[in-house]
């Protein structure tokens, strides 16, 4: 297996990797509607262009272009696009099934078995 650097610039196409600690995707769509929190994983986000609007448990932070945001494992947290935004997010690869698995659920009534089987609860 060849391994090489990954250089984010603009202009150019979406990127993804992912190694055995880490991956890291570029989107641009909103997180979930509701508070949740991973208990065993940290996740992160850096914003290219445009703004993303975090929701916590004690209020909202913005985050616009150039910022990063970490947010450590047991920490209640969601986010949204409040524009047209690209950005960065930095995930463990116990989250990125986790995301992959809701992308594909059909079932909502599933939502929390699912969310269980990753270590990650709704916060209500």
Do not use: C
């Not at 940290?42 to 290219?48: K, N, Q």
């Amino acid at each position: 297996m060849s391994l090489s650097q990954i250089i984010v610039r603009p202009g150019l196409p979406p990127i993804a990797a992912a190694g055995e600690t880490l991956v890291v995707h570029e989107w641009t769509d909103s997180g979930p509607s509701y508070l949740h929190i991973h208990r065993s994983d940290d996740e992160a986000w850096h914003v290219l262009e445009g703004n993303l609007r975090f929701r916590f448990e004690d209020g909202e932070v913005d985050a616009p272009a150039g910022t990063t945001v970490f947010v450590p494992a047991g920490l209640a947290h969601t986010y949204k696009v409040t524009e047209p935004s690209r950005y960065l997010i930095v995930l463990t690869p116990r989250l990125d099934r986790l995301i992959a698995r809701l992308r594909r659920l059909t079932d909502q009534s599933r939502l929390r078995d699912t969310l269980a089987e990753f270590n990650t609860v709704i916060v209500d």
